[in-house]
């Protein structure tokens, strides 16, 4: 070979050399630029997923508490319904005799010549504590699902109150509620 095709070829050589170490260097800038890149987005997506897990553990605190309350409110609806049944019990169990009480003396027998007295069969006029035993019957009806008509036509039967529409008014609000 001539020394000028030598050094021509050494040239072209030291050019591509300088070329492939150009690109190399290049290749290498961007793969650092792209892992630089990726690192911050994984920061970004750490910081992110961190905030998520937090408020996630802040909804989860608060629906353990409504769950704790909604429980605690349950309870003591169910325990004013079984306040409530015992109630009724006690208002439609017959009054316990005392066992040493004496009976009662039979009515005397009406004389000849008097008219017999016929007993009134309408239901008692019903004031003040009556009024509310005809109030939690009709509240105890209306949680056992019956009708507002089949709870007044109950009243009518057994109760003669001043104004039945107005406590089944009061009632079926409640119930409603």
Same mark, same amino acid.
């Given at each position: 070979?001539? =020394? &000028?095709?030598?050094?021509? %070829?050494?040239?072209?050589?030291? @050019? ?5 170490? +150009?690109? *190399?260097?290049?290749?290498? &800038?961007?793969?650092? &630029? ?12 750490? %910081?992110?997923?961190? @905030?998520?897990?937090? #408020? ?11 769950? $704790?309350?909604? #429980? ?29 009480? /004496?009976? /009662? *003396? =039979?009515?005397?027998? =009406?004389?000849?010549?008097?008219? =017999? ?6 239901? /008692? ?5 009556? !009024?509310?035993?005809? @109030? !939690?019957?009709?509240?105890?009806? %209306? ?9 007044? #036509?109950?009243?009518? *039967?057994?109760?003669?109150? $001043?104004?039945?529409? +107005?406590?089944?008014?009061? !009632?079926?609000? @409640?119930?409603?509620?």
């Amino acid at each position: 070979m001539s =020394p &000028e095709r030598k050094s021509s %070829a050494a040239a072209a050589a030291d @050019r591509v050399r300088a070329v492939l170490e +150009a690109a *190399e260097q290049s290749a290498a &800038e961007l793969r650092a &630029e792209a892992a630089q890149e990726i690192e911050s987005q994984l920061a970004r997506a750490q %910081a992110v997923a961190e @905030r998520l897990s937090g #408020r996630a553990d802040e909804i989860e605190k608060a629906l353990q508490g409504l769950a $704790d309350s909604v #429980r605690d409110e349950l309870s003591a609806l169910k325990a004013d319904l079984e306040e409530l049944r015992a109630v009724k019990e006690g208002i439609e169990a017959p009054p316990a005799r005392a066992e040493l009480e /004496p009976e /009662p *003396e =039979p009515d005397p027998e =009406p004389e000849p010549d008097r008219e =017999p007295v016929v007993e009134d069969s309408t239901p /008692p006029v019903v004031e003040g504590e009556g !009024v509310e035993g005809a @109030r !939690v019957i009709a509240l105890n009806m %209306a949680l056992n699902g019956a009708t507002r008509e089949e709870t007044a #036509r109950y009243l009518s *039967e057994n109760f003669q109150l $001043d104004d039945p529409d +107005a406590l089944l008014d009061e !009632v079926y609000a @409640r119930v409603s509620s």
